[in-house]
């Protein structure tokens, strides 16, 4: 940990009907970290994401940012205190340029027209979107649409940076052009916390892990150690796997 | 060459009392200035906010009453009364706006529940001695500038012009301005606004009050121009239909859609009268049918139109060609 943590998630729980979503989920992410946050299909990233968010409010538990409990603050108060997030499913707005989409989010900021398209020019700019700034949203590739995502939280000058799957669908050539985007605006002094699948994108940007499954953080540490913790084997590959994996190295090693 | 045209445009608009004598076209002239202010109140809330209601009418309603008792029962100057009419609108707007967009309704469920208020207005007006009830209410002829009421239609057609002109105006900012940048963001995709710091609830609350009150204008003018309103005439859902029209036709969310919208629906209709005659509903129905078409085959307006004409292929913002 460097310091005092920014972002403080305690024993976040939330229920759809008999679905236990997300169950006592904790998470701290500290001031210029960049930390993952992993975990199969349907474990429950979005939702914790979602809640930390202000988007859906938690059944119970606790979200503090900057030391002050911000659980079930509205969205866009979440986001002027600077937080700021993507969407999994991006959610352009189609029919606006690139230009304009990520205006929006600079006008958070900016009460001027002329300084928000300004501000939004710039941060086009940055994240290699220069030629695209003019395009009408619905008309980007799926990368591009990732990247407008980014672009367009980037612009409400968030400190915290919540990005959910962009990488994911992504050709190595566009991860290879992501990866950088993303520490440079660590290095900005951006603090990044990331859902991800894909892991190598994973590995080489994070500190930190966590590991959820079945709505519960089953694992923490630098990534490396996860890698090659059981339990989270198993949570990906079903139980027993570690098991099985073990027993053939051995097997291997014996041959 | 565009401020040239403005130019142009702003003289000729003057000039149309001097050059049309005939009663008859400078009332149509007055209709598509009123049609114009409508649609741009309506284009604030609907186009930019991509809230449709249908039910305009309880703003243009409150407006013509609350002009009409001020200056009836009141006793209060026409031009006080005016003005007190677009506090007066505005504030239905702030208040259906208040419970609607309070409760998270959108799409359909809101275009019903302004619908609905609309009715309850003109039913309330209907029942109610101090709005003279389902008879209406007939303002007194007192000619004279200081009571708002002009011995030629010229008078009338300055008035509507400075009020048309206005809310085209208020379009231009709003496309310019911060609200307005909200607004359209909320119309694209409100979740995607919400995670960029929008708070939707406020903006959306702003356009209603503020279409409200530019259609409630628009009533005033309607009392004062007509001096006889009822129930029907003021919050009937006819006037709701009347109003979206034009900036549906025009181009929905455009500065200048309204105008074109509200001078094509007039000519449209007057074309349609001269052919179809005056049979009662014959209007709706038109109305109706020219609205599926536009719908259907032109949602981006007469103004997309106009786009498509002159730009030249592949740069227009269609997204279809990526």
Known sequence: MLGAPMLEVLALTKRFGGLLAVSGASLTVAQGEIVGLIGPNGAGKTTLFAMISGFVPPDSGTVRFDGEDVTGTPPHEICRRGVARTFQIVQPFGRLSVRDNIAVGAHLRLADRQAALARATEVGTELGMAALLDRPAASLTVAARKRLEIARAVATAPRLLLLDEVMAGLNPTELAEIVPVLRALRDAGVTILLIEHVMQAVVSLTERLYVLNQGSIIAEGPPAKIASMSAVVEAYLGHGAAQRLAGRAVAGAAV | ?322
């Open chain 2, 1 to 322: 060459m565009k401020s040239g045209l403005l130019a142009v445009g702003i003289a000729m608009a003057l000039a149309v009392p001097q050059v049309v004598t005939s009663e008859f076209w400078l009332g149509v002239c007055i209709a598509v200035l009123l049609s114009t202010l409508t649609g741009a109140a309506w284009n604030v809330l609907g186009g930019f906010g991509g809230q449709f209601s249908f039910g305009h009418a309880a703003f243009f309603g409150a407006g013509a009453y609350a002009a009409a008792i001020l200056e009836m029962r009141f006793g209060v100057n026409a031009w006080l009364a005016f003005a007190a009419a677009g506090v007066v609108g505005g504030a239905v707007g702030f208040g259906i706006g208040y419970l609607s967009f309070r409760y998270g309704l959108r799409g359909s469920y809101f275009a019903l529940i302004t619908l609905a208020f609309a009715e309850v207005l003109r039913i309330l007006a209907n029942a109610a001695d101090f709005t003279g009830g389902g008879v209406g209410l007939y303002l007194p002829l007192q000619v004279g500038v200081a009571n708002l009421q002009f011995a030629t239609k010229a008078g009338y057609y300055y008035l509507a012009l400075g009020l048309g002109a206005g809310a085209i105006l208020v379009g231009w900012m709003l496309e310019r301005s911060r609200l307005g940048a909200w607004l359209v963001a909320i119309r694209e995709n409100e979740d995607a606004a919400r995670a960029l710091g929008v708070d939707t609830f406020a903006c959306k609350l702003q356009a209603i009050a503020l279409s409200g009150a530019l259609t409630g204008l628009a009533g005033a003018f309607y009392a004062d121009y007509y001096l006889y309103i009822d129930p029907g005439l003021a919050f009937g859902p006819g006037i709701s239909v009347e109003i979206l029209l034009a900036p549906i036709i025009g181009g929905i969310g455009t500065v200048w859609g309204p105008f074109l919208g509200a001078a094509a629906l007039r000519v449209a209709g007057e074309l349609a009268r001269r052919l179809m005659g005056d049979a009662p509903g014959l209007s709706l129905i038109f109305y109706g049918a020219l609205l599926v078409i536009m719908v259907k085959f032109l949602p981006d307006g007469l103004i997309g139109l106009l786009d498509r004409a002159v730009r030249p292929r592949g740069i227009h913002a269609g997204g279809a060609h990526a």
